[in-house]
């Protein structure tokens, strides 16, 4: 059984940081991409920031220049380190894998993480 840990939110003031991690534990025989997703009240949830199989990686414009997504393989572990933060950036923090077992791909979401943005 694969599952997706986040932590790391928290509130913050405006121009602050923090540092989400994603801890993936579980058997992965071949994972296609992870990401990070945020959802904030009234909105879809929407796409932060993206890193595939090769390591290419891309990001929402509203972050870019801000956040930046990192993977660390010995640890299963993938980060968004986020900075100077905005009241925008205030949702719930989603983690994100894709990945393939034998033939079948799977999606797998964590459980969210807030982040408040807020003076």
């Known amino acids: 059984q694969v599952q997706l840990v986040e932590s790391g939110g928290g509130l913050v003031q405006p121009g602050g940081s923090l540092r989400l991690s994603c801890a993936v534990s579980?058997?992965?025989?071949?994972?296609?991409?992870m990401g990070w997703y945020r959802q904030a009240p009234g909105n879809q949830r929407e796409l932060v920031a993206a890193?595939?199989?090769?390591?290419?990686?891309n990001y929402a414009d509203s972050v870019k220049g801000r956040f930046t997504i990192s993977g660390d393989s010995a640890k299963n572990t993938v980060y968004l380190q986020m900075n100077s933060l905005k009241p925008e950036d205030t949702a719930v923090y989603f983690c994100?894998?894709?990945?393939?077992?034998?033939?079948?791909?799977?999606?797998?979401w964590g459980q969210g993480t807030q982040v408040t943005v807020s003076s």
């Open positions: 994100n894998a894709r990945f393939r077992i034998l033939q079948q791909e799977y999606e797998r």
């Open positions: 579980g058997s992965i025989f071949s994972m296609n991409a």
């Open positions: 890193i595939t199989r090769d390591g290419s990686v």
